[in-house]
């Protein structure tokens, strides 16, 4: 039965369902190329590299020796049995101009196997002498073009490159890569320039002049079928080495005696010639010596003579000084003399002057007082014309009246009245007694007789006393008072006084005569006065005349001291003019010395050039002598290196990155497929849903459910298998070329090699089947177990429900209108939300992986280089080194100012192993002092940023070292170093750490568990400066001898970054993936959404909702949906990075587990994006839906 | 003037190769508050009409009028709001939202219209007040027909559509329903057209318009319309 209606069915359905089949087809496609293609990625970069090694014959051993290799060892090595063996010529010099440090290997010039010959990229290889090919790097191919003539230089003394080659000028014939160097940057190291190899090249063999080999590449029959890096490989290449190492087990004590032979003849024949030449010399010293000691005879005679003549010149000079002495001191004297003659003119004139000065002052002086004397005297005299004593001028008869009345009265007024008569009371005294008699009067008990008589007198002695300006008229009295005012004014007022009577006469007259004879005591004055300036006269001109005595004096001196000065200078002539004498002659004398001295001493300069010139090469010689014995000491036991692969820079490397791709293929395709498989389910029992009426039909009509079934399988299996296979081929060829290409620009490698691996064939065509096909084949089968009335009749849409939120009002009641429908929507289809949110949660999560894997990865070198090791450069230091070399070493240091500090560590690498863990290298670091330790090496709880010092009570140890061992703080670790000698150390902290595994311990720590003194092996140095001074920096390191080599932490953290910049390639790579599984199942999930509420929808558009309306009216969901999911993603990423970064992680690095805040923002804003184009595509489809079929009505 | 006017009005399907016309040069009037019945058998077009009516569907030709407003020539966002602002629609189905209880189903429209009536105080005049919070699943057929004209009278529309509102009611609840709608013809004077193709309802309505095989056969002018409770069928 062909069934072919059901076929043609089939394909209708496909026809019809153009965008759900492609949904599925994409889904699984993203799914399957993502996760076939990450798979490949790894298998991939391990052929291409390897088919790279085998195309051009990289070697599979390198044999090195500290002696070069002779003929012998090339013989032994070519014995070892399947065995290619290639030797080469190599050196390391320094380009003239451009200061490449190159590596100058030779190319063969037999037809000897091709073993890590260059791998031509532009030109030629170079056929004749003087050619030069070129490492095709961007450093040679900016600074060189094909034609271009180079030469070579050094700048280590110890090199003679005309030893090494038979030119250094050569041509530039073509540029070329070497599979020794897959890496573009680095080349390795060398002891020259910087200490960094900028390249290598290549010149003809010929061209080389060395006798010994540097170098032998290896490669074995054996080894060819085996892949590179494969544990096959790494085994058989160990055998090798060993078989190897063993051929030449006896050849460093073979090469060292040959080497010592033949040094030991050397220096035998040297010190022969050595002691010839010194005999020579001496010889030919003794003669000079002889010539020498008689020029110094008449040397000795001329320096007497010269004696004698120095004595008579210092004779005759001090003679003349001193005669000329004293007659300068004469002169001084009389001068001395003059002066103070002079002085004391000058003096008497001041004299002279004051004098007649007083003389014209007491004239004038005697004038006014002679007035004043006559006036005075004048208005004396009139003032006493006024005055009168009563006596004289009361009539005698009147004056006996007085007193007798008086001496009746009482004896008082007797007295008083006397008084006043004599002129001795003044009348205003009488007057007042008068009146006080008067007032008595009636008081005293007399007689009215008595009264009487006493009341006469009283009248008569008032008529006859009077006051005494009574009697003086007026005008005359103040005549009087002003006369003597212009005297003194107290003279005035006693006139005054006397006329009223207050003064008696006498008194007054007495005062006036006082005055006058003041007056004329003041002629007398002036008579003293002038009689004192004639003497002061006199006085002067007696000191004149002296004065004039003493001129004449020092006037016969200096006559006689010019005498003496004259002849003075006559006797200096004469002695000078013998001394000139004596003088010529002596000159003479020296003319005739020096005439010998010059004949001998061009005698002796000859002889003198003679001798050190033999000197010079006695020297040499012995120099040469000396190193060589030291050499003889020197010559330790050759050491012979056995090296694989590894130890080019970039093999190992590779490997490295090609598994942390393995490591990510691990988990996150895998998770991707996770999320495309949900999707992909949910699509198919939605389809089996919308096809419900159909089944029913089918199995009324009577189908089998293998027939109903097969439809759907059908669909599913078609779209999901085509979008497998599709996805395989597009994954296995892209993926692998987008990122070895972006590994490409970090390594020169043939072109990538795709490859198909069944096995992840296999896993993708089950994993797409198994979530279509066989999810549709179980819907179909649950369906079909209804029977087919009811199946026929379509399936009730979801019932409205409340939700839990609606039983608390306070929320509810809040919500608008919209928000209650989209909160009781999201509730209504609970598995289609999960789905979504699982879906959304899944892409956002994937985004944060790669986002956040990105930020780890990078932030490792920042860390490691500049948070961590905060030194510049390290140096690592020749302990065999001698003092003057090491003093050499120190004044370069102390020398260079733009260093701001060093430490002197001791490091050592030391193996830590324990039973499940891989071994690991370790390397221990004991700084000198542990004083400013943190200014080059941050020791750190990387959570808590708490800051440890080294102390003794153990080492601290980097944290992945930590985590591996899983050490704890108070646990023991025990190391191992490189002659098995065991050391436990205490763990005391644990570090922040990202690269290699360090275990840091105090000076004095190590000395108690290692039992020595730590001796520094490498100095750290601090510095701010660029890539130049570096460079220069490290060109005067390397020449020293107590330097063996020099790392710029700017270099290695530069080629780090490099690195795994590539692997944020990889990581773009996982965020365009998932960035487009993301939109995919945005879009599915919502087309799903849409498909089963179409009817709903039309309903709200023929309610008359705008189209914007409509869309949002689902699209709210969705956007809360996305938002959940991006929120729940974000938490899961966080995980998911974990736990891809635990798997990426190599046992020598920690990744750091920080995820950048701009991470998960833009991962959520690109989930975010997403939903909005979604959203964009579904308001064109909503726009266009045909409400009208959507309404019809179901019959 | 009549108050929705239709004229020489043409729609036409492509089926493959052939031409189908579903409105072969329809013309009719119906008066301002006037309850029309639209008759015919399936398939005769009168669905189409009532779709180009109530602007879900454009015509092909023709002049259609509502209220003196041409909207033949509508753009599609003239349209959606010409069924926002002025057509209620009844659907045989129904069509409520399930996942929004009766009362919310009214506000799904009130809350875009203009001049809405109260939800609830039109659930109660449609005689489902006590049941304004059951979803519609907990409703019978009758019951979430009546939601639905409430629905539809919420935004008290120029002209209300019923496309066979009883056809999926049995006889007593489809009576009812038409009794609704006779009534709010009445009471609001809204316009109701009704399609059914049910010739026993015809005698309730004001106008009949026949339809069949894309023409308008028939339209009669009833004077005495009867009520509904008349009517058997």
Redesign the interface.
């Known amino acids: 039965m062909k069934k072919k209606t059901l076929w043609k069915d089939i394909f209708r359905e496909i026809a019809k369902s153009k965008m759900r089949f492609l949904s599925i087809f994409l889904i699984i496609l993203l799914g399957v190329a993502f996760y076939s293609g990450i798979k490949a990625t790894s298998p991939d970069m391990v052929d291409t590299a390897d088919t790279h090694y085998k195309e051009n014959n990289l070697m599979d051993v390198k044999v090195l020796s500290t002696y070069g290799l002779t003929n012998d060892d090339i013989e032994l090595l070519k014995n070892v049995e399947g065995s290619f063996v290639e030797a080469v010529y190599t050196q390391d010099v320094i380009l003239e101009g451009t200061d490449l440090v190159t590596k100058i290997v030779s190319t063969p010039n037999t037809d000897q196997p091709d073993i890590n010959q260059p791998i031509l990229v532009e030109g030629r290889l170079p056929e004749n002498s003087g050619e030069i090919i070129l490492d095709a790097k961007n450093a040679y191919t900016e600074e060189y073009s094909i034609g271009d003539i180079i030469m070579f230089k050094t700048n280590d003394d110890s090199i003679n490159l005309d030893d090494s080659f038979t030119g250094l000028t050569y041509q530039v014939v073509g540029f070329a890569n070497s599979p020794q160097f897959i890496e573009n940057n680095a080349r390795g190291n060398t002891s020259i320039g910087s200490g960094t190899l900028d390249g290598f090249a290549f010149i003809p063999q010929d061209d080389f002049n060395l006798d010994i080999y540097t170098e032998a590449y290896l490669t074995f029959s054996s080894l060819e079928d085996l892949q590179s890096y494969s544990d096959e490989y790494e085994t058989a290449v160990k055998d090798k080495q060993t078989a190897v190492e063993e051929a030449l087990s006896k050849r460093p004590e073979e090469r060292r005696e040959e080497i010592q032979q033949r040094i030991q003849d050397e220096i035998d024949k040297g010190q022969a010639e050595l002691d010839d030449g010194r005999a020579e010399i001496e010889e030919g010293k003794q003669v000079l010596a002889d010539a020498e000691t008689q020029l110094a005879n008449a040397r000795a005679e001329l320096d007497q003579g010269w004696q004698e003549y120095n004595n008579g010149v210092e004779t005759f000079e001090t003679e003349i000084a001193n005669g000329q002495a004293t007659i300068d001191q004469n002169t001084q004297e009389l001068e001395n003399s003059r002066i103070e003659i002079v002085n004391g003119k000058a003096a008497l004139d001041t004299a002279q002057e004051e004098l007649n000065n007083s003389k014209a002052a007491l004239e004038q002086e005697r004038i006014s007082g002679e007035t004043q004397i006559v006036n005075g005297t004048a208005a004396l005299q009139s003032a006493r014309e006024t005055v009168t004593i009563p006596n004289e001028t009361i009539s005698a008869e009147n004056q006996n009246a007085l007193v007798n009345g008086a001496q009746a009265i009482n004896p008082e007024i007797s007295g008083v009245i006397n008084g006043y008569l004599e002129g001795t009371v003044p009348v205003q005294s009488v007057l007042s007694a008068i009146n006080e008699v008067e007032a008595n009067v009636s008081s005293i008990d007399e007689t009215e007789e008595a009264a009487i008589s006493i009341q006469a007198w009283i009248e008569m002695a008032r008529s006859v006393i009077q006051i005494p300006g009574m009697n003086v008229p007026l005008d005359q009295q103040v005549q009087v008072s002003e006369q003597l005012n212009t005297i003194e004014v107290e003279l005035g007022e006693l006139m005054t006084n006397y006329y009223d009577g207050v003064i008696p006469p006498t008194n007054t007259v007495e005062v006036l005569n006082t005055a006058e004879t003041r007056l004329l005591s003041i002629r007398q004055q002036l008579d003293n006065y002038e009689a004192e300036l004639n003497a002061g006269q006199e006085q002067i001109d007696q000191q004149r005349a002296e004065l004039e005595a003493a001129e004449g004096q020092i006037a016969v001196g200096r006559a006689a001291l010019e005498e003496a000065q004259n002849e003075l200078n006559q006797q200096k002539e004469n002695g000078e003019i013998e001394l000139q004498q004596a003088e010529a002659e002596l000159g003479q004398g020296e003319a005739e010395y020096q005439d010998a001295v010059e004949k001998f001493q061009s005698e002796k300069t000859e002889a003198e050039a003679e001798i050190v010139e033999a000197e010079a090469e006695l020297a040499k010689g012995q120099r040469e002598l000396d190193k060589a014995k030291a050499e003889l000491d020197d010559v330790t036991l050759p050491e012979y290196y056995v090296l694989d692969r590894n130890t080019n820079p970039g093999y190992a490397e590779f490997k490295d990155n090609a598994e942390r791709i393995a490591s990510i293929a691990e988990i996150f395709p895998v998770f991707f497929f996770l999320i495309a498989a949900l999707v992909s389910l949910t699509t198919m029992t939605r389809m089996v849903d919308e096809q419900r009426t159909q089944i029913g039909t089918l199995k009324a009509l009577g189908y089998t459910n293998w027939d109903i079934s097969k439809k759907f399988l059908v669909y599913a299996t078609l779209a999901s298998l085509t979008g497998a296979v599709i996805g395989l081929l597009l994954g296995f060829h892209l993926f692998p070329t987008v990122i070895i290409n972006a590994y490409g620009s970090l390594y020169n490698l043939s072109s990538v090699q795709i490859g198909y691996y069944l096995e992840d064939v296999i896993v993708s065509l089950i994993i797409a089947f198994l979530c279509t096909g066989l999810t549709a084949l179980v819907a179909v089968r649950v369906s079909l177990k209804s029977n087919a009335a009811n199946l026929m009749r379509p399936k009730a849409p979801k019932v409205g429900k409340r939700i839990l939120l609606e039983r608390i009002p306070f929320i509810w009641n809040r919500f608008t209108f919209t928000q209650k429908i989209t909160a009781r929507n999201i509730f209504r289809y609970k598995r289609r939300m999960l789905m979504t949110v699982a879906g959304i949660s899944g892409c956002t999560a994937l985004l944060l992986t790669g986002f956040g894997l990105s930020d780890s990865i990078s932030d490792v070198g920042t860390l490691q280089y500049g948070k961590i090791n905060q030194y510049e450069s390290i140096v690592a230091l020749n302990t065999g080194a001698t003092d003057y070399e090491k003093d050499e070493y120190t004044q370069l240091i102390e020398n260079t100012s733009e260093l701001e500090s060093g430490l002197k560590v001791y490091q050592e690498i030391y193996n830590a192993e324990v039973d499940g863990v891989n071994p690991q290298d370790v390397t221990l670091f004991v700084p000198e002092t542990t004083d400013n330790l943190d200014e080059f090496v941050s020791l750190t709880d990387r959570t808590s940023d708490e800051e440890y010092t080294l102390t003794n009570a153990g080492a601290v140890v980097s944290e992945k070292l930590a985590d591996l061992f899983d050490l704890q703080a108070g646990d023991t670790l025990t190391l191992e170093d490189a002659d098995n000698q065991e050391i436990s150390v205490t763990v005391d902290h644990i570090t922040e750490n990202y690269l290699q595994h360090f275990v840091y311990l105090s000076p004095d720590y190590y000395e108690s568990v290692v039992g020595e003194v730590p001796e520094a092996n490498t100095h750290l140095l601090n510095f701010d400066e660029s890539e130049n001074w570096e460079n220069g920096f490290g060109q005067q390191l390397t020449q020293l001898d107590a330097v063996v080599g020099v790392t710029f932490t700017s270099f290695i953290s530069e080629a780090f970054k490099d690195t795994l910049e590539s692997l944020v390639v990889v990581t773009i790579v996982l965020v365009v993936s998932a960035a487009l599984l993301a939109f995919v199942v945005l879009y599915n999930l919502t087309n799903i959404n849409v498909s089963e509420r179409i009817r709903e929808l039309s309903t709200i558009k023929v309610l008359g909702f705008y189209d914007k309306e409509v869309t949002m009216y689902v699209y709210r969901e969705n956007f809360l949906l996305t938002l959940m999911g991006t929120a729940v993603g974000l938490l899961l990423g966080l995980l998911l990075h974990g736990f891809v970064l635990e798997t990426a992680e190599l046992d020598i690095m920690m990744f750091s587990p920080v995820v950048a805040l701009s991470s998960y923002i833009y991962s959520a804003l690109l989930t975010i994006l997403f939903s909005t184009i979604v959203m964009i595509f579904m308001h064109v489809k909503l726009k266009n839906v045909d409400m009208l079929e959507a309404l019809k009505t179901v019959e | 003037m009549a108050f929705v006017k239709i004229k020489d009005e043409y729609k036409r399907y492509k089926m493959g190769e052939t031409i189908v016309a579903a409105n072969d040069g329809v013309t009719f009037d119906i008066e301002e508050g006037e309850f029309a019945v639209i008759v015919g058998p399936s398939g005769a077009g009168k669905t189409t009409v009532l779709?180009i009516l109530?602007g879900?569907?454009t015509a092909d030709e023709g002049l259609i009028e509502i209220d003196g407003i041409d909207i033949s020539d509508f753009n599609?966002?003239q349209l959606?709001?010409?069924?926002?602002?002025s057509?209620g629609?009844v659907?045989?189905?129904y069509?409520?939202?399930?996942?929004?209880?009766a009362k919310?189903n009214v506000?799904?429209?009130s809350?875009?219209?203009i001049n809405a009536l109260d939800p609830e105080k039109i659930l109660q005049e449609v005689g489902l007040g006590h049941r304004m919070n059951n979803?519609?699943?907990q409703l019978s057929g009758g019951e979430q027909q009546r939601v639905a004209i409430a629905?539809a009278l919420a935004?008290q529309p120029k002209l209300l559509l019923c496309d066979?509102p009883t056809?999926?009611l049995d006889y007593e609840t489809g009576k009812q329903v038409l009794k609704l709608l006779k009534d709010t013809c009445e009471n609001y004077g809204t316009t109701v057209i009704v399609i059914t193709h049910n010739q026993a309802i015809t005698p309730i309505a004001d106008r009949t318009i026949e339809i069949n095989n894309a023409k308008v056969r028939k339209v009669t002018l009833n004077p005495n319309p009867k009520s509904v409770a008349e009517i058997e069928w």
């Open positions: 779709n109530g879900m569907d599609d966002k959606i709001r010409y069924r926002r602002e057509i629609f659907f045989q189905s069509n409520l939202v399930p996942n929004l209880t919310e506000e799904l429209a809350e875009i219209s979803f519609p699943a629905r935004k066979e056809g999926a």
